[in-house]
Each structure stands twice: as structure tokens, then as C-alpha cells.
């Protein structure tokens, strides 16, 4: 989904601008239905925020991202380039949500976090702190990414995972359930994780994350300080 997908007919409602300074009228930018753009908010480009979308504070909606829905962008972040934003999700603070980023459900990215590439992020996940989620990733559920931690590549992180600190998720690395990620851990591969702590190393294998406490077993995992 990305602007060029709108259509907008002749006669069409807008929504709500509260100054002609939030909506700029180089290209095609639209505010529809019922949204809200107020406060120094800039709707610009080719962008398109409609349904009930609220951007406030000093958001920047712009190139051909799309808002709708209940989804609500404020403070300095941006949505930009073909980025997707809709549902009850919340984008906020310094972060960013761009190239063809999706962030949906009851999602909130915050602080300076950015989410980009192909990225997916839904359900009740956040992200915040510095972290980046990128590359063609899925997040969802109850997740939580935070710290400057990086999660990327083709992984998969859901159910009540934690990547937190400096730690990486990357390949087609699968982490659910209980598993807490952090420190400058990395967790790799074609692998699935399902339970544990990790707080330093590179693991790569199926199963459980040992925990700190716990033998690790060299037949099942590829383990490097």
C-alpha cells in the first residue's frame, strides 16, 4: 500500500487541518475522511493520512506514505518514503518509520527507534530506545526491542521475546515465547529459539537458549565468545 494506490475523486471531503501549514500542495498530498493534522505537522509529497489518523507535535508525513485508520503519528517522528502506517498504532518521539515499512494493530515505535526496509511490525509490540528493526523482518505480539539492539535479515521475533542492549537477531533467526536476548549477544541463523536468556556470545542451533546458568550442549549449538 502506498499513496498511488488512493484515488482521489472530485468532490472528495478532506479531513481536518488546522492551518494551511500542515498540508503542503506540491504534488498530491491528502488529508482525508476524518483524520487530523494539527500542531506544526506536515503532510507533504504524495503523502496520503485518512480515516481517523491523528498526526500532531512536529510530525512529517511525506514522499508517498500512507496514515489511516485509528494510527497516530506525533512529536518529531517521520513516515516517509512508501512506509505504511494504520491500525491503533502509534509512531512517536524522534523515531522513523520509512522505505516500505509496515507498523500496524496496537504497535508503538518511540524514542528514536526506526523501523524500515520490509519490515513488519504488529500486534502489541514495541520498539524504542535506538533500536532498528530492518531487512524483511516480522515483529508481532507482544515483543519488545529496545536498547541498540538490531533486528534483521528475514528474522522473526513474536510471543513475549525481548531483544534488548546491543544485541543482533539476524538471518533467519526465529525468537518466541520467553527467550531474552541481550547484551551484545547474537542469536543467527536458520534457527528457532524458544525459551532462555543470553546475554554475550553468538549462538547459532535449535531449540531452547541456554541460559547463562546452563550446559550448553555443542552437538545441538554453534556457539563463539
Same mark, same amino acid.
Given at each position: 500500500?502506498?499513496?498511488?494506490?488512493?484515488?482521489?475523486?472530485?468532490?472528495?471531503?478532506?479531513?481536518?487541518?488546522?492551518?494551511?501549514?500542515?498540508?503542503?500542495? *506540491?504534488?498530491?498530498?491528502?488529508?482525508?475522511?476524518?483524520?487530523? &493534522?494539527?500542531? %506544526?505537522?506536515?503532510?507533504?509529497?504524495?503523502?496520503?493520512?485518512?480515516?481517523?489518523?491523528?498526526?500532531?507535535?512536529?510530525?512529517?508525513?511525506?514522499?508517498?506514505? $500512507?496514515?489511516? %485508520?485509528?494510527?497516530?503519528?506525533?512529536?518529531?517522528?517521520?513516515?516517509?518514503?512508501?512506509?505504511?502506517?494504520?491500525?491503533?498504532?502509534?509512531?512517536?518521539?524522534?523515531?522513523?518509520?520509512?522505505?516500505?515499512?509496515?507498523?500496524?494493530?496496537?504497535?508503538?515505535?518511540?524514542?528514536?527507534?526506526?523501523?524500515?526496509? *520490509?519490515? *513488519?511490525?504488529?500486534? %502489541?509490540?514495541?520498539?524504542?530506545?535506538?533500536?532498528? $528493526?530492518?531487512?524483511?523482518?516480522?515483529?508481532?505480539?507482544?515483543?519488545?526491542?529496545?536498547?541498540?539492539?538490531? &533486528?534483521?535479515?528475514?528474522? $522473526?521475533?513474536?510471543?513475549?521475546?525481548?531483544?534488548?542492549?546491543?544485541?543482533?537477531?539476524?538471518?533467519?533467526?526465529?525468537?518466541?515465547?520467553?527467550?531474552?536476548?541481550?547484551?551484545?549477544?547474537?542469536?543467527?541463523?536458520?534457527?528457532?529459539?524458544?525459551?532462555?536468556?543470553?546475554?554475550?556470545?553468538?549462538? *547459532?542451533?535449535?531449540?531452547?537458549?541456554?541460559?547463562?546458568?546452563?550446559?550448553?550442549?555443542? %552437538?545441538?549449538?554453534?556457539?563463539?565468545?
Amino acid at each position: 500500500m502506498d499513496a498511488g494506490e488512493f484515488r482521489v475523486q472530485v468532490g472528495s471531503l478532506g479531513g481536518f487541518i488546522e492551518s494551511e501549514d500542515n498540508l503542503h500542495h *506540491e504534488g498530491t498530498a491528502w488529508v482525508g475522511d476524518d483524520a487530523f &493534522v494539527y500542531g %506544526d505537522a506536515i503532510v507533504k509529497n504524495n503523502a496520503v493520512v485518512s480515516g481517523n489518523a491523528r498526526i500532531s507535535g512536529r510530525a512529517i508525513i511525506y514522499d508517498r506514505a $500512507v496514515v489511516e %485508520d485509528s494510527a497516530q503519528v506525533f512529536g518529531d517522528a517521520l513516515v516517509y518514503e512508501h512506509a505504511w502506517v494504520y491500525g491503533s498504532a502509534k509512531v512517536s518521539e524522534s523515531s522513523k518509520v520509512y522505505d516500505h515499512a509496515q507498523v500496524h494493530g496496537n504497535a508503538l515505535v518511540f524514542e528514536s527507534a526506526r523501523v524500515f526496509g *520490509e519490515a *513488519e511490525v504488529y500486534g %502489541d509490540t514495541h520498539v524504542y530506545g535506538y533500536a532498528a $528493526v530492518y531487512g524483511n523482518t516480522l515483529v508481532a505480539e507482544n515483543a519488545r526491542i529496545s536498547g541498540v539492539a538490531e &533486528v534483521y535479515e528475514r528474522a $522473526v521475533v513474536y510471543g513475549s521475546a525481548q531483544v534488548a542492549g546491543e544485541a543482533h537477531v539476524y538471518g533467519r533467526a526465529t525468537i518466541r515465547g520467553n527467550v531474552r536476548v541481550r547484551g551484545d549477544a547474537h542469536l543467527r541463523g536458520d534457527t528457532i529459539f524458544t525459551m532462555g536468556v543470553v546475554d554475550h556470545g553468538t549462538f *547459532e542451533g535449535k531449540g531452547n537458549v541456554p541460559d547463562r546458568k546452563s550446559t550448553l550442549d555443542f %552437538d545441538e549449538w554453534e556457539y563463539t565468545e
